[in-house]
């Protein structure tokens, strides 16, 4: 297959609506893809799951909370508060009182959080450099910008579904 092939081929459907489909379906393989070889990468030390949260946290920065965390990862809160006790038990991170509401505990990486942060990157940059030997600096800067867009647009609009009844304006 070439690299400009559209491989999505429905007589039914416009070309602007073949490339959609074909965008999205790109977006979903890459997903699985990059998601498989992190989490091989990674190993049982730091579970995807738990660098993602990480990630989060270091790129946002602190004091969040689980229900924040369970909003922007679209999860259970559940399953939020289990990984965010699994990171605060190996010492990454910290929960601490919230001066303004007694309910709500805030969430903060500890110095061991970062450098499990660090050590994960390590373990990453081998494989990013791979992935991407071949491309320019010019071809990533080029890719980054489309793809920031698409991503700030389905951040803004996580509830907006067309069909299901479901749209938050929030």
């Known amino acids: 297959m070439s690299e400009s092939e559209n491989t999505f081929h429905d007589e039914s459907l416009s070309r602007r ?3 959609q489909w074909e965008l999205l379906t790109s977006l979903g393989i890459i997903s ?3 998601t498989e070889r992190a989490r091989v990468v990674l190993g049982d030390d730091l579970p995807l799951p738990l660098f993602t949260i990480l990630n989060h946290m270091i790129r946002l920065g602190d004091g969040t909370t689980v229900t924040d965390l369970a909003r922007a990862f679209q999860s259970p809160q559940p399953g939020m508060s289990k990984s ?6 190996k010492g990454y991170m910290s929960a601490k009182d919230d001066a303004d509401d007694a309910r709500r505990k805030l969430l903060f990486l500890t110095e061991s959080g970062r450098a499990a942060h660090r050590r994960a990157l390590g373990k990453l940059g081998p494989d990013a450099n791979f992935i991407f ?10 890719l980054q910008k489309p ?12 509830g907006d579904l067309p069909g299901s ?4 304006k929030t």
């Open 165 to 168: 009844g479901e749209v938050d």
């Open 133 to 142: 030997d071949d491309w320019t600096t010019e071809e990533m800067a080029a």
């Open 84 to 89: 965010v006790q699994k990171l605060i038990g």
């Open 32 to 34: 699985q893809l990059s």
């Open 147 to 158: 793809l920031f867009r698409l991503r700030r647009w389905l951040d803004t609009h996580r």
């Open 17 to 19: 609506q073949q490339l």
